[in-house]
């Protein structure tokens, strides 16, 4: 199981870039890289997923690692409307059972002005 | 845009009661999820689905039951609801089950008192 592992809070300012990074140290070799953000009173929206090297989308960046223990989220110049807690996950849910997808507890990022 | 609806925003209930969690998705998606949400415990898995009448365990499917009798609805069972069930309930559905895609409704909030 890819338990992740982020930190509980960040803050930042408007304009600002904000990285949040993942720690994954037991990635299997199929499994993706997948941010979610929430917001209070909402269910989880998809950001980004990535497997190696670098994605970009017009919301964020997703850096990873040659090894892939490890994977950050880039939001380019934060505003008020990007506070929310985000999500790392990592893994897969098999048929047969066996959850290998877990959310964890996310980073609650505040922005301020 | 996909859309999953949840029946109820909130919901009180009392212990012991049958409780039922109704959750609709409108994008013809195989795989559905349900998750409770409790602070500081993030998001946990409770029952998947990857097909019609097929049903997998999350981490954490004591006291619970679903049954998936259409493509488009998944429902969450709680056969004798007690007051540590009180939590937020989140539906989910994904074309992947890479952890990718996944549209969550809005949540049911259940108090079980």
């Known amino acids: 199981l890819a338990k992740t592992t982020q930190p509980i809070s960040m803050d930042s300012y408007e304009g600002q870039e904000v990285n949040i990074t993942c720690s994954h140290n037991?990635?299997?070799?199929?499994?993706?890289i997948t941010w979610y953000q929430q917001f209070p009173s909402q269910g989880p929206r998809f950001i980004i997923q990535?497997?190696?090297t670098k994605v970009t989308n017009e919301v964020a960046s997703l850096f990873i690692p040659a090894d892939r223990k490890s994977s950050t989220l880039s939001l380019p110049r934060v505003s008020l409307s990007d506070t929310a807690v985000y999500y790392c996950?990592?893994?897969?849910?098999?048929?047969?059972?066996?959850?290998?997808?877990?959310f964890g507890t996310g980073t609650q990022l505040k922005v301020e002005l | 845009d996909v859309k999953v609806t949840q029946s109820s925003r909130y919901l009180v209930k009392r212990t012991g009661e049958k409780v039922f969690l109704e959750c609709v998705q409108d994008?013809?998606?195989?795989?559905m999820f349900w998750y409770r949400q409790d602070p500081g415990l993030g998001l946990r898995l409770i029952y998947f689905?990857?097909?019609?009448?097929?049903?997998e365990k999350g981490d954490i499917p004591e006291g619970y039951s679903v049954s998936r009798e259409k493509k488009e609805r998944f429902s969450l069972i709680l056969e004798s609801a007690s007051t540590n069930q009180t939590s937020m309930y989140l539906c989910?559905?994904?074309?992947?089950?890479?952890?990718?895609?996944?549209?969550f409704g809005s949540g049911t909030r259940l108090t079980v008192v």
């Open positions: 689905s990857y097909d019609v009448k097929m049903k």
């Open positions: 990535g497997y190696k």
């Open positions: 989910a559905s994904s074309l992947g089950r890479q952890g990718d895609g996944y549209t």
């Open positions: 994008m013809d998606h195989e795989n």
């Open positions: 996950l990592v893994g897969d849910i098999p048929r047969g059972g066996g959850n290998k997808l877990t």
């Open positions: 037991n990635i299997a070799t199929n499994d993706y």
